[in-house]
Structure formats: C-alpha cells, structure tokens
C-alpha cells in the first residue's frame, strides 16, 4: 500500500492532528482529504460520551481518500 502512495501522501500519514472535545471533526477536513494526515488524537472530556467520539470518528473517517494497491 505504501507503494501505491506519492511523496506527499506518505508524509502526511506520519502527522497526527488534534481534535478537542467540542470542536467540529469538519475542522480538519482539509488536513485530511488534502494533506493526507494519518491519524487523529481525540482529546478533551466529550460529554455525549462514546456515542460522541463515535460519531466523530465516523465522520473524521468519511474524509480520507481511498487508497488501493
């Protein structure tokens, strides 16, 4: 997979971009989709509890291109 992947795809995958409790998960949808960024930290107390970081989460994925082999 990592093959597939050019320069600029492989170096975003090595950031990580923060996500606080009450921030919109929309935020870093450019960080994502544009700079490639791999991973996210959930931080903060997020009072809608799991249901919450879920839904976050589900969204923060719908961002990220498809990469094939």
């Not at 090595?14 to 949808?29: K, T």
């Not at 879920?54 to 291109?65: C, E, F, S, V």
């Amino acid at each position: 997979m990592v093959n597939a992947m050019d320069m600029d795809t492989r170096i975003g995958q090595l950031v990580m971009a923060p996500l606080y409790a009450g921030n919109d998960p929309a935020s870093l949808a450019s960080l994502i989709a544009d700079r490639h960024v791999g991973s996210v930290l959930i931080i903060g107390k997020w009072t809608g509890g799991v249901a919450s970081v879920r839904a976050a989460d589900d969204q923060l994925q719908g961002y990220a291109p498809v990469i094939t082999a």
